[in-house]
């Protein structure tokens, strides 16, 4: 049950992360180009690792639920 948990406070982490910080960068999104020129990153390239690296974890994340916590708890007689 504490890996359940964990995976929930995962999501609801990342969810927050979403509302809060990617929202933050997309707005940069809207800045003239030659306001985004002084920033020291590019906000649309973070964006796109950030989705990136974000499919992997839900990727990931979805593989343990369906191959490792639910057999674990079906084992104990708790089903989905």
């Known amino acids: ?3 359940v948990k964990f995976l929930a406070i ?6 927050e992360f979403f509302r ?3 929202a933050s960068l997309r707005a940069l999104l809207d800045l003239k180009k030659k306001s ?4 020291d990153f590019d906000p649309e390239e973070l964006l796109k690792e950030i989705h990136k690296k974000v499919d992997e974890l839900q990727f ?3 593989k343990i639920f369906s191959e490792d916590i639910i057999p674990a708890l079906n084992a104990h007689n708790i089903f989905y």
């Not at 995962?10 to 969810?15: A, K, P, R, V, Y």
């Not at 985004?36 to 920033?39: D, F, G, I």
């Open 20 to 22: 809060v910080r990617v």
């Open 36 to 39: 985004r020129k002084e920033l």
């Open 1 to 3: 049950m504490e890996r």
């Open 60 to 62: 990931l994340l979805g």
């Open 10 to 15: 995962f999501s609801s982490n990342l969810e």
